[in-house]
């Protein structure tokens, strides 16, 4: 680990029932960075996540964050821990019977003890820093899912996060939100100094504002670096290249076949389909939902 690494595994191992997800598994995900994590579907990538967090742990070898031992910390760490850490899962749903800006205020009224006319500042700058000030006072049912997911994203960012987790931040969302979102997430983290984890199927799409790349198959990580560092790889590299070539052997479903398609394109390794990227983004997210 270096000290530029806020989140690391080490050596990571880790089963559900009889079937390993992690075997052994060393990833290095630098900090004020955005870090994309891809690989086809049922590979680990949400489970990752879980272990960032802490809601499971290894059964051997150890996940840091921001040096802490997630695994062996004491709750009181733990709970510290999370505090710094902001999540946008794309179930992440808002409180329907609270306004936009209520649900922005929920995390500090519950987890700090600002006194009231500081929430409603908190809450006007994270509103704005997503540009939906103007829907404060609106019910989730009156807003398009776009300006959910944003009023969401506010919420994670409530109080003030030095790590967001993104879990399909995109899905179901039409292409024109897709691109906010991507600026959203790429200046937030410039502005706010976050650290981001970023796992999404719209390959395309994450490798433009991903720094740093971490793919992931069975069971083990087949490449990790930069957008230009893995196009280097990839002819050395037969995981990666199978990977990028088609589906695994054990992924035959229409998703990992999709998956091993973008991520071919967005590396620029293959044409682009004859499509505007907007059409094309379009369409994969019909074929997601
Ligand atoms: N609670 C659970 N109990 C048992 N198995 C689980 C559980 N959660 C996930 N799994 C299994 O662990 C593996 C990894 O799941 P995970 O959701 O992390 O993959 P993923 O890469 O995020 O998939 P996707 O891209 O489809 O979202 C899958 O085989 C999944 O079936």
């Given at each position: 680990?270096?000290?530029?690494?806020?989140?690391?595994?080490?050596?990571?191992?880790?089963?559900?029932?009889?079937?390993?997800?992690?075997?052994?598994?060393?990833?290095?995900i630098?900090?004020?960075?955005?870090?994309?994590?891809?690989?086809?579907?049922?590979?680990?990538?949400?489970?990752?996540?879980?272990?960032?967090?802490?809601?499971?742990?290894?059964?051997?070898?150890?996940?840091?964050?921001?040096?802490?031992d997630?695994?062996?910390?004491?709750?009181?760490?733990?709970?510290?821990?999370?505090r710094?850490?902001?999540?946008?899962f794309?179930?992440?749903?808002?409180?329907?019977?609270?306004?936009?800006?209520?649900?922005?205020a929920?995390?500090?009224r519950?987890?700090?003890?600002?006194?009231?006319?500081?929430?409603?500042?908190?809450?006007?700058?994270k509103l704005?820093?997503?540009?939906?000030?103007?829907?404060?006072?609106?019910?989730?049912a009156?807003?398009?899912?776009?300006?959910?997911?944003?009023?969401?994203?506010?919420?994670?960012?409530?109080?003030d996060?030095?790590?967001?987790?993104?879990?399909?931040?995109?899905?179901?969302?039409?292409p024109?939100?897709?691109?906010?979102l991507?600026?959203l997430?790429?200046?937030?983290?410039?502005?706010?100094?976050l650290?981001?984890?970023?796992?999404?199927?719209?390959?395309?799409?994450?490798?433009?504002?991903?720094?740093?790349?971490?793919v992931?198959n069975?069971?083990?990580?087949?490449?990790?670096?930069?957008p230009?560092?893995?196009?280097?790889?990839?002819?050395?590299?037969?995981?990666?290249?199978?990977?990028?070539?088609?589906?695994?052997?054990?992924?035959?479903?229409?998703?990992?076949?999709?998956s091993?398609?973008?991520?071919?394109?967005?590396?620029?390794?293959?044409?682009?389909p004859?499509?505007?990227?907007?059409?094309?983004a379009?369409?994969?997210?019909?074929?997601?939902?």
């Open positions: 680990m270096t000290s530029d690494s806020y989140i690391t595994f080490e050596n990571v191992r880790f089963s559900r029932g009889r079937k390993c997800i992690f075997d052994g598994v060393n990833i290095a630098p900090r004020g960075k955005i870090t994309a994590i891809m690989g086809p579907s049922g590979t680990g990538k949400t489970t990752l996540l879980r272990l960032i967090g802490g809601q499971i742990k290894p059964d051997s070898g150890t996940v840091r964050v921001d040096g802490l997630v695994a062996r910390a004491s709750s009181k760490s733990l709970l510290a821990m999370r710094r850490l902001g999540m946008l794309q179930n992440g749903a808002l409180f329907t019977d609270l306004t936009a800006a209520e649900n922005v929920f995390p500090l519950e987890h700090s003890r600002l006194p009231e006319p500081m929430i409603q500042r908190m809450v006007t700058l704005q820093a997503v540009g939906l000030l103007e829907a404060a006072g609106q019910m989730p009156a807003l398009s899912g776009g300006m959910a997911r944003r009023v969401a994203l506010a919420r994670a960012l409530a109080l996060p030095e790590l967001m987790l993104y879990d399909e931040p995109f899905t179901g969302q039409d024109i939100n897709v691109g906010v991507l600026r997430i790429a200046s937030l983290n410039q502005a706010l100094g650290t981001s984890v970023l796992v999404s199927h719209d390959v395309t799409e994450a490798l433009s504002i991903a720094d740093h790349v971490v992931i069975q069971a083990r990580i087949v490449a990790s670096g930069s230009d560092a893995l196009r280097a790889e990839m002819p050395g590299n037969p995981f990666l290249r199978q990977f990028l070539e088609g589906a695994p052997d054990d992924d035959q479903s229409e998703l990992g076949q999709r091993a398609r973008t991520f071919a394109e967005a590396l620029g390794l293959l044409p682009r004859d499509k505007s990227d907007a059409a094309a379009a369409s994969r997210h019909r074929n997601v939902g």
